[in-house]
């Protein structure tokens, strides 16, 4: 293989590993947001779950009972 065959190939390639890294990039930042959103849904569902169970009965405590 001559140099000018091993350039191309290398170019060749490097542009494919370009076109991976945009890829896995899109994938990543797609999975960012829907941590983020899931996130938000889990805080959003503790504080209703909070807010519910201070209504429903305060004096309800989350701990084991005395025999464990």
Do not use: A, G
């Amino acid at each position: 293989m001559n140099n000018s065959n091993q350039l191309v190939e290398l170019e060749t390639r490097i542009t494919h590993m370009d076109d991976t890294i945009d890829q896995l990039n899109d994938v990543i930042s797609r999975q960012q947001m829907q941590i983020d959103k899931l996130e938000r849904v889990v805080q959003n569902l503790l504080n209703e779950h909070l807010e519910l169970k201070d209504q429903i009965s305060p004096e309800i405590t989350d701990t084991p009972p005395p025999h464990y």
